[in-house]
């Protein structure tokens, strides 16, 4: 992920201008030391710079694809233009990066993703439960907002009585807490979820500005999500110098949720090093790896003196050699640690593979400054196959 920003980078972040205020948890993704030191839960933020979607609400009602009230109409045939379009959609923009037609129309057939299309207004705004998305194991919507002219959705807000990590008294925090009654009207602040009505608990999410669209608000939770394949989903948000909250309730119903696979006896070693794969999850629009790890990060001759080996990642591969592209990939500016929990997402499969192939790899890193052998624009780095750590896992529908 590059070095860590100063911690006077840390005052310019939207970490601070929005969640620090109840959760004093930072929305830029940072590394997961960073993000376990605050609440021990992650918030990351997209960086894709805003892109216009002007076709997302006339696809989605003219096609036969279109969903209303969170239940298919019908599936009908996703053609390919049909099936690129879908991804521009809020939601599938950030979740579909590089699926294919049939794992658009196998989401679409199974529930995974709908369109609500809810609103309510309060005091002259407006807001729209515009798509929702969950799979098993993520739960994504989007809030769009109108009513105002604003910089943002997300409110920059910090309250005047939360607990910060480091200094409190900074002219920038000082700045970000205002007094209720004097908040610009119309920002968004962090919505409460609720599952059957009860509060989810969650491990890493994203809440914010969503950056391909204008006047909207993307919640995405990811880790930690043990929710049943159905619920009465509850969204109550407030909007700042606006009474009354906003509450969205939403049936949700996932015919076919993500195949789990727990595999027994799944750990593989390498001298001091080992690791322990524990969950695999396919879906339509995902695939996740859980694992942990631990002992020193097995080296090459070429990470000895100067230069040294970054901490073990984990590259997927399905039956047809296909290489699973992650979610996100973290560099840290330090030595590994020995212990590692992996619960990482991937792009997803075409279909249901026979069975996926785990292949660990290392960075070589520089001990000076801890930059990364050939990294660039289109590459994260000179990688080291750990060809005795490579594992193969069955996949049973």
């Given at each position: 992920?590059?070095?860590?920003?100063?911690?006077?980078?840390?005052?310019?972040?939207?970490?601070?201008?929005?969640?620090?205020?109840?959760?004093?948890?930072?929305?830029?993704?940072?590394?997961?030391?960073?993000?376990?030191?605050?609440?021990?839960?992650?918030?990351?933020?997209?960086?894709?710079?805003?892109?216009?979607?002007?076709?997302?609400?006339?696809?989605?009602?003219?096609?036969?694809?279109?969903?209303?009230?969170?239940?298919?109409?019908?599936?009908?045939?996703?053609?390919?233009?049909?099936?690129?379009?879908?991804?521009?959609?809020?939601?599938?923009?950030?979740?579909?990066?590089?699926?294919?037609?049939?794992?658009?129309?196998?989401?679409?057939?199974?529930?995974?993703?709908?369109?609500?299309?809810?609103?309510?207004?309060?005091?002259?705004?407006?807001?729209?439960?515009?798509?929702?998305?969950?799979?098993?194991?993520?739960?994504?919507?989007?809030?769009?907002?109108?009513?105002?002219?604003?910089?943002?959705?997300?409110?920059?807000?910090?309250?005047?009585?939360?607990?910060?990590?480091?200094?409190?008294?900074?002219?920038?925090?000082?700045?970000?807490?205002?007094?209720?009654?004097?908040?610009?009207?119309?920002?968004?602040?962090?919505?409460?979820?609720?599952?059957?009505?009860?509060?989810?608990?969650?491990?890493?999410?994203?809440?914010?500005?969503?950056?391909?669209?204008?006047?909207?608000?993307?919640?995405?939770?990811?880790?930690?999500?043990?929710?049943?394949?159905?619920?009465?989903?509850?969204?109550?948000?407030?909007?700042?110098?606006?009474?009354?909250?906003?509450?969205?309730?939403?049936?949700?119903?996932?015919?076919?949720?993500?195949?789990?696979?727990?595999?027994?006896?799944?750990?593989?070693?390498?001298?001091?090093?080992?690791?322990?794969?524990?969950?695999?999850?396919?879906?339509?629009?995902?695939?996740?790896?859980?694992?942990?790890?631990?002992?020193?990060?097995?080296?090459?001759?070429?990470?000895?003196?100067?230069?040294?080996?970054?901490?073990?990642?984990?590259?997927?591969?399905?039956?047809?050699?296909?290489?699973?592209?992650?979610?996100?990939?973290?560099?840290?500016?330090?030595?590994?640690?020995?212990?590692?929990?992996?619960?990482?997402?991937?792009?997803?499969?075409?279909?249901?593979?026979?069975?996926?192939?785990?292949?660990?790899?290392?960075?070589?890193?520089?001990?000076?400054?801890?930059?990364?052998?050939?990294?660039?624009?289109?590459?994260?780095?000179?990688?080291t196959y750990l060809q005795d750590l490579e594992m193969t896992i069955p996949v049973k529908p």
């Amino acid at each position: 992920m590059g070095q860590l920003p100063e911690q006077t980078e840390y005052a310019e972040m939207n970490a601070l201008e929005q969640r620090i205020r109840e959760s004093s948890l930072p929305m830029r993704s940072m590394s997961d030391q960073i993000m376990n030191r605050i609440g021990e839960r992650e918030m990351t933020r997209l960086s894709t710079k805003p892109k216009p979607n002007v076709i997302k609400r006339a696809i989605l009602v003219a096609s036969a694809a279109a969903v209303l009230g969170g239940t298919v109409i019908g599936s009908g045939f996703v053609s390919p233009v049909m099936a690129a379009t879908l991804k521009q959609i809020p939601v599938l923009g950030v979740l579909y990066e590089g699926t294919s037609e049939d794992a658009v129309k196998a989401a679409i057939e199974q529930g995974i993703l709908s369109e609500p299309n809810l609103s309510l207004t309060h005091d002259g705004v407006t807001l729209k439960v515009a798509d929702l998305l969950y799979d098993g194991t993520r739960l994504s919507f989007i809030l769009e907002r109108e009513g105002v002219d604003l910089p943002g959705t997300a409110s920059p807000y910090i309250s005047e009585d939360a607990t910060l990590i480091g200094n409190q008294d900074s002219e920038y925090v000082k700045s970000r807490k205002v007094a209720k009654e004097d908040q610009e009207k119309g920002y968004i602040e962090m919505p409460r979820i609720l599952v059957d009505g009860q509060e989810v608990a969650m491990g890493e999410g994203t809440f914010g500005d969503y950056p391909q669209q204008d006047n909207a608000y993307i919640v995405e939770l990811a880790k930690g999500l043990k929710l049943p394949d159905q619920f009465e989903l509850t969204i109550q948000a407030n909007v700042t110098q606006v009474n009354e909250t906003f509450e969205f309730k939403i049936p949700v119903n996932v015919a076919n949720p993500s195949i789990v696979v727990k595999p027994d006896q799944a750990t593989k070693s390498d001298g001091p090093f080992s690791y322990t794969v524990k969950q695999l999850d396919i879906s339509p629009v995902s695939t996740r790896l859980v694992l942990d790890s631990k002992g020193e990060m097995p080296a090459s001759v070429e990470q000895t003196g100067d230069y040294s080996a970054s901490m073990v990642y984990y590259e997927l591969v399905d039956d047809q050699g296909n290489v699973l592209t992650p979610r996100k990939f973290d560099y840290f500016n330090s030595r590994p640690e020995t212990e590692y929990h992996i619960d990482q997402l991937y792009s997803p499969v075409n279909g249901t593979p026979k069975s996926i192939t785990i292949k660990p790899f290392t960075l070589t890193v520089n001990n000076k400054d801890w930059s990364v052998v050939g990294q660039g624009k289109d590459s994260f780095g000179d990688k080291t196959y750990l060809q005795d750590l490579e594992m193969t896992i069955p996949v049973k529908p």
